[in-house]
């Protein structure tokens, strides 16, 4: 079958990009808005953009049920700072509990019951079970689409601190994969784990090496 988006409802077009760009990790993105207040929400379109600087993105959308933008966006607009906690296989149900849209006044840390710990250099919590935290400052924020049900935001964040607890982290700096676990969102109800690892080795590059 050939497609042209424009022939097709947004809501296929959703089914057939949530069901084909898999498995996607998961931000799980803590903000705070301007009086403090804490705020915990997960984001599946999420992902690395580079690391010199250091630097992460994740998309919240318009919401369906009503129209209106998420919590998370207003607090980072207002504030310029949030986190991003990695998700566990331990964590996924709590992860779910905070997926829930809520009224602005209840606190999802509490709701899935969680643990605030402080960060170091901004000012919203980061979750205290979650093995990897990522503390960012607003980069940009991308409008895409016309604020319709299903549009969204590209938010950039540069990561100015970083936590990673003791029993993921291998020598070099490396990530044990086996002992993070991470969690994968798939289509509708779907999640996956990490545990079937398998390497497949780079071949070299053929370009010129540049003089330093």
Request: glycine share 6%; aromatic share 8%.
């Amino acid at each position: 079958m050939e497609i042209n988006p424009t022939d097709i409802p947004a809501a296929a077009l959703n089914r057939i990009i949530l069901g084909s760009v898999v498995p996607r990790p998961i931000a799980w993105v803590s903000t705070a808005d301007q009086s403090g207040k804490p705020n915990l929400a997960p984001f599946s379109f999420f992902n690395a953009v580079c690391y010199n600087p250091p630097t992460l993105l994740f998309c919240p959308g318009v919401r369906g049920t009503d129209s209106g933008t998420k919590d998370t966006y207003h607090n980072i607009r207002a504030t310029n700072e949030f986190v991003i906690n990695i998700v566990t296989e331990e964590l996924a149900e709590p992860m779910n509990i905070t997926a829930t849209e809520l009224p602005a006044e209840i606190n999802e840390f509490e709701l899935a019951g969680l643990i605030e710990a402080p960060s170091v250099r901004v000012r919203p919590p980061r979750v205290a079970q979650s093995p990897v935290s990522f503390e960012c400052t607003l980069n940009q924020i991308v409008e895409i689409g016309d604020g319709s049900p299903g549009s969204g935001w590209v938010v950039i964040g540069n990561v100015v601190h970083i936590h990673v607890a003791d029993e993921v982290l291998l020598p070099d700096y490396k990530i044990d994969i086996r002992a993070l676990k991470p969690v994968g969102r798939l289509a509708g109800f779907n999640y996956v784990r990490v545990n079937d690892v398998f390497e497949i080795k780079r071949l070299p590059s053929q370009l010129a090496v540049k003089e330093k």
